[in-house]
């Protein structure tokens, strides 16, 4: 329920050892709580003892992230080798960005884009999954060797876990509030968005369940584009609080992916390190598979907080 979930964290403005030591006692139970783990692919993900990382490659010349766009079906082809070798656990493929201003692409269209390039890094061994809100996308992509649905609609959800559950494949349920993540308004979680986090996840996990999905992931939405989070400082501290209560969402049974933010409004010409820092913060919730477009950054700061005795 949603009493599940409640923060006030940062009541000291920074945020301070304090502040984890008092949401870790107000949680207790849900620290321990362990998540399921399974084989996608070529990796067997042990979540309880060990993070993950997912890199990215985007198709659309609209994607803001320069360094992850790959204009060519030989571009994505290398950038998805590199990213594998340079500790991606799994490789993100979308073919749209998911900016307010970007450019639909169409269903057929994304798939020229897709198809190539995931039949290709999958023949190579690399766990690929797919970034779509399209069920005919997904359809045609598992079909291409796609282990992953990195789904980010509400709309045909049904057809599309039993899609899933058809190829054995894994499925990222992301909060969307509404059809797709192009189409989105306002962001509403009330007081206490965990707990509302909480309660649509428990719902829609159940639902993916049943339908014969055993392979599941649920992702907060947290690089989505909702009008009222435009306001740098109050979207940063909502991901920020987030991205600490996260151990709390693993109290369904289900390991937790996390798109690490930018937050370009505070990094600047530093924004590469953006995501590196709120790895940090994610590992500290107890995040279990990290989406990023700096795979070796984010790696290096994820070894080194492992080093911690």
Known sequence: ????????????????????????????????????????????????????????????PDSWYRESVCLSVDAAIRRGLVLKAQGAHVVDVGAESTLAHAALVDAEAQCGKLLPV??????AGVVVSVESYHP?????????????????????????????????????????????????????????????????????????????????????GLGFYYRNLGDSAVRIRHQMDVFLNTFRLRALGWPVCHALPHAFENFGDEVRSAEPFFAVLAALGRTDLYRTHEIPRTKAVLDTLGLWQ
């Not at 899933?164 to 206490?192: F, M, P, S, T, W």
């Open 118 to 123: 995931v039949r290709e890094l999958a023949r």
């Open 136 to 220: 005919s996308v997904t359809r045609l992509c598992l079909e291409a060797g796609a282990r992953v649905v990195n789904w980010t609609g509400t709309e045909h959800s049904d057809e599309m876990l039993r899609m899933a559950a058809d190829h054995e494949a894994a499925v990222i349920l992301c909060h969307v509030q509404g059809a797709n993540v192009r189409d989105v308004g306002d962001l509403d979680l009330g007081k206490d968005p965990c707990g509302a986090l909480y309660d649509y996840f428990a719902r829609e996990t159940d639902r993916a369940a049943r339908l014969g999905v055993r392979r599941l992931l649920v992702d907060p």
């Open 1 to 60: 329920s949603s009493d599940v979930c409640s923060s006030d964290l940062y009541r000291g403005g920074m945020l301070r050892l304090e502040d984890l030591m008092e949401l870790a006692l107000r949680h207790r139970e849900a620290l321990t709580a362990r998540v399921a783990e399974f084989t996608v692919g070529t990796e067997t993900f042990r979540f309880n003892s060990a993070r993950y990382l997912m890199g990215v490659i985007n198709l659309s």
